[in-house]
C-alpha cells in the first residue's frame, strides 16, 4: 500500500508569488490533515478535510492560504501571495474513519519563501 | 487550552541503554488519545505508538513503552535497548475526542532530539 505523498518535496519562491502545495492521501482514507512547521515552533494544525468538505479549518493562519480537496481525493494548499513568514515546512496526514486513530504523515514539502 | 509540553530539548543515549523522553499535557476533556511520532533526519514523521486516555494498561509496540501516568498527566516514552537507528526528533501529541469522535486534529509538543551513541 503506498503511502502518504507530497509534491513538492521542497519550494523556493519569492515574496509576492503563488505556491501549490499538494497532497495524496493513503487510497481510501476520508480524513486528510495538513499541518506545518515553521522554523524553531510546533508543528501546528491547519484544517482537516472529511472527504471533500472542511471538517475544522481553523488553524489556517489567514485568507492567503486556500485548502481544496477534489473528490474527496488529493488535497492542494495554496498560498498567495506568500510571505516570508510562511516559510517551513507543510505536512499531510492521513487517516481512516472508522480504524485506528493514528495519522499517517506524508514526508513533507518544505516551503522557503526569499 | 489543550497543551503538550516537552521540556527536554536534546537527549543523548548509549548504544543498547533505555532511554526515557518526557510529555506532560494538558486538557480538559475526559476523553483524549496520545501518540509520539519520530521524525529522523529524512523528514518523514513516523507513527510509533497510541494510549487512549480510557485504556487500563499502558501501551507497548515492541522496543517502544509509553509510561502513562493520568493523575500526573504525563506520557512519556521509553525506548529500551536504544539503536543507532533511533537517533531522531521525538514528538508527543495529543488528539482530543472533540465533536469528531476520535477524528481530530493533533496538538503536538516541540519535540525532542534524541542522539544515540556507540
Known amino acids: 500500500e503506498a503511502g502518504v505523498t507530497q509534491f513538492p518535496s521542497h519550494s523556493v519562491i519569492e515574496k509576492g508569488q503563488t505556491v501549490t502545495l499538494r497532497c495524496d492521501p493513503i487510497?481510501?482514507?476520508?480524513?486528510l490533515y495538513w499541518y506545518r512547521r515553521v522554523m524553531g515552533k510546533e508543528i501546528k494544525f491547519l484544517l482537516h478535510f472529511v472527504k471533500e468538505s472542511k471538517q475544522d479549518e481553523s488553524g489556517m493562519p489567514n485568507n492567503r492560504f486556500l485548502a481544496e480537496r477534489t473528490g474527496g481525493t488529493y488535497s492542494t494548499l495554496k498560498v498567495q501571495p506568500a510571505e516570508l513568514e510562511d516559510s517551513g515546512v507543510y505536512f499531510c496526514a492521513s487517516q481512516p474513519t472508522g480504524g485506528p486513530y493514528e495519522q499517517y504523515f506524508g514526508p513533507g514539502t518544505r516551503l522557503t519563501v526569499t | 487550552a489543550q497543551k503538550i509540553t516537552q521540556t527536554q530539548p536534546g537527549m543523548f543515549v548509549q548504544e543498547k541503554e533505555a532511554v526515557t523522553l518526557d510529555c506532560t499535557y494538558d486538557?480538559?476533556?475526559?476523553?483524549?488519545?496520545l501518540f509520539w511520532y519520530k521524525q529522523p533526519s529524512s523528514g518523514e514523521m513516523i507513527f510509533l505508538i497510541y494510549?487512549?486516555?480510557?485504556?487500563?494498561q499502558n501501551a507497548t509496540e515492541g522496543r517502544y513503552s509509553l509510561n502513562f501516568q493520568k493523575a500526573r498527566k504525563s506520557a512519556n516514552l521509553v525506548i529500551s535497548a536504544s539503536q543507532l537507528g533511533d537517533s531522531a526528533m521525538y514528538f508527543c501529541a495529543m488528539r482530543e475526542e472533540g465533536f469528531s469522535g476520535g477524528y481530530n486534529k493533533l496538538i503536538f509538543g516541540a519535540g525532542t532530539r534524541l542522539a544515540v551513541h556507540p
Open positions: 494510549q487512549g486516555s480510557y485504556d487500563q
Open positions: 487510497s481510501g482514507h476520508d480524513n
Open positions: 486538557t480538559s476533556d475526559p476523553s483524549y488519545g
